[in-house]
């Protein structure tokens, strides 16, 4: 992965720990977060195929970064062959200190892991495997898409959910607006903009 100036175009990070398998999601936090022992920072992920994920501080251009931990999780053998899709491993920053993720294992599953305790703290499980993982501007809600054509939506602090069956291919992408009060869903041939429990 290589991280580069938006204006300069300057090369500010090289990172060489994930060779060796293909890069699932990036993660960067728009706004700067207070960590305990490390400071203001902006809080860089890297998710690969493998079910590794590293997250980094991200200080700026003048002082680079650090990585801050090392996540991995177990899962079956992937036999590339007879396996037409797999779930990629994706992650997202949970403020104050918590990152969660999901990824390709026996039990379709969210993680929360702390990285002040450096533990996973809380475990769901999900009835459809993630193809795509979007956080509201405030964290509380999480949209997940997935193969199987079908939206849902958890709340991020007591894991309850609403499902929607609106598209007719696999969830690609989602992304929330900058209020949070509406966020677009993408599938390969057609996309749709929502409020919250309606569509536009």
Not at 96 to 117: K, M, V, W
Request: contains cysteine; negative net charge.
């Amino acid at each position: 992965v290589m991280v580069t100036g938006l204006y300069n175009g300057l090369s500010i990070m090289s990172i060489k720990d994930h060779c060796g398998s293909h890069i699932t999601d990036l993660y960067i936090t728009k706004e700067i977060v207070s960590l305990p022992d490390i400071g203001s920072v902006h809080i860089m992920i890297i998710s690969s195929g493998d079910r590794r994920i590293s997250v980094w501080s991200y200080e700026g251009s003048s002082r680079g970064g650090q990585m801050l931990d090392w996540i991995s999780f177990p899962g079956p053998s992937v036999n590339i062959k007879n396996k037409e899709w797999i779930p990629p491993t994706l992650a997202r920053f949970l403020p104050p200190d918590r990152i969660i993720y999901t990824g390709y294992e026996i039990n379709n599953s969210l993680h929360i892991y702390s990285l002040t305790q450096k533990q996973v703290i809380k475990r769901y499980d999900l009835i459809h495997p993630v193809s795509s993982m979007c956080l509201s501007p405030d964290t509380h809600m999480i949209a997940f898409g997935s193969p199987n054509q079908i939206l849902t939506l958890m709340d991020s602090d007591e894991g309850s959910f609403q499902e929607y069956h609106t598209h007719c291919n696999t969830l690609s992408s989602l992304t929330f607006s900058p209020s949070g009060n509406e966020f677009i869903s993408a599938s390969e041939n057609n996309f749709h903009v929502w409020k919250y429990n309606e569509r536009l």
